[in-house]
């Protein structure tokens, strides 16, 4: 794994993308994948890639970071020296400033359903989701050690509510509440089998990263979504 500043650079113009990642070559066969699927949300990028083909585009590690916090620090000087001509954002991380029509937000999101998704039709082995969850643990995790602010949980809290909700204007058929009633009757269920000592053993070990979700419901023999409910510190009677 090595974590960096990474340009994707046309060989046809000299024109380039540059963008940060905890691990670039993970990053870069992302990059590739949605490029060669023409479904890359970059559109600048995506139809360069179309004009001048796969064979004018190479990936190049301009800046090694060891310190994953300073990586967006870095990517934003490469941004401010080199201009890229590739990327949509002036600001690293961040997408402000970007206004998508109507018609636009309809094709990002209906890219992202049924035969078009990426992930279609391909199923995961119980290996390789534990080593997925895994990977989102403890020091893993892309927030661990970050601090939010209260603006920013403000913001965060204000954006769930209301029109911005995802669910808002949405209704559910009788079919989905039933089966909604039902799952939430299975995990009482089954949190129902732990005791309060139990429970805090779930929440410290989950807390301090020893074992994922998935373990822990293995371990206890409850559901992972009762795991889910028990570490999100959700009320549940012995």
């Given at each position: 794994?090595?974590?960096?500043?990474?340009?994707?650079?046309?060989?046809?113009?000299d024109?380039?993308?540059?963008?940060?990642?905890?691990?670039v070559?993970?990053?870069w066969?992302?990059?590739?994948?949605?490029?060669?699927?023409?479904?890359?949300?970059?559109?600048h990028?995506?139809?360069?890639?179309?004009?001048?083909?796969?064979?004018?585009?190479?990936?190049e590690?301009?800046?090694?970071?060891?310190?994953?916090?300073?990586l967006i620090?870095?990517?934003?000087?490469?941004?401010?020296?080199?201009?890229?001509?590739?990327?949509?954002?002036?600001?690293?991380?961040?997408?402000?400033?970007?206004?998508?029509?109507?018609?636009?937000?309809?094709?990002?999101?209906?890219?992202k359903?049924?035969?078009?998704?990426?992930?279609?039709?391909?199923?995961?082995?119980?290996?390789?989701?534990?080593?997925?969850?895994?990977?989102?643990?403890?020091?893993?995790?892309?927030?661990?050690?970050?601090?939010l602010?209260?603006?920013?949980?403000?913001?965060?809290?204000?954006?769930?509510?209301?029109?911005?909700?995802?669910?808002?204007?949405?209704?559910?058929?009788?079919?989905?509440?039933?089966?909604?009633?039902?799952?939430?009757?299975?995990?009482?269920?089954?949190?129902?089998?732990?005791?309060?000592?139990?429970?805090?053993?779930?929440?410290?070990?989950?807390?301090?990263?020893?074992?994922?979700?998935?373990?822990?419901?293995?371990?206890?023999?409850?559901?992972?979504?009762?795991?889910?409910?028990?570490?999100?510190?959700?009320?549940?009677?012995?």
């Amino acid at each position: 794994m090595k974590s960096g500043i990474y340009k994707i650079r046309n060989l046809s113009n000299d024109k380039c993308y540059v963008g940060s990642a905890a691990n670039v070559f993970k990053r870069w066969r992302v990059h590739k994948c949605y490029l060669k699927s023409n479904k890359h949300r970059n559109v600048h990028l995506q139809r360069a890639w179309n004009r001048h083909g796969e064979q004018n585009f190479v990936f190049e590690v301009i800046e090694e970071v060891q310190d994953k916090i300073k990586l967006i620090e870095r990517e934003q000087y490469y941004l401010d020296a080199l201009r890229p001509e590739y990327n949509i954002c002036a600001i690293a991380g961040s997408c402000l400033g970007i206004k998508r029509s109507a018609e636009v937000k309809q094709k990002m999101s209906e890219a992202k359903k049924g035969e078009k998704h990426p992930f279609y039709g391909k199923t995961f082995s119980e290996e390789h989701r534990q080593k997925m969850s895994e990977s989102k643990m403890g020091e893993k995790h892309y927030l661990f050690g970050k601090h939010l602010s209260e603006e920013t949980r403000q913001k965060m809290s204000e954006a769930q509510k209301g029109e911005r909700h995802h669910c808002f204007g949405k209704h559910p058929s009788e079919e989905t509440k039933q089966k909604m009633s039902e799952s939430k009757k299975g995990e009482k269920s089954s949190s129902a089998k732990l005791t309060w000592e139990q429970i805090n053993d779930i929440r410290e070990k989950y807390k301090i990263g020893d074992c994922s979700q998935y373990k822990l419901a293995k371990e206890y023999n409850v559901s992972r979504s009762c795991i889910q409910s028990v570490v999100e510190n959700r009320s549940w009677k012995e």
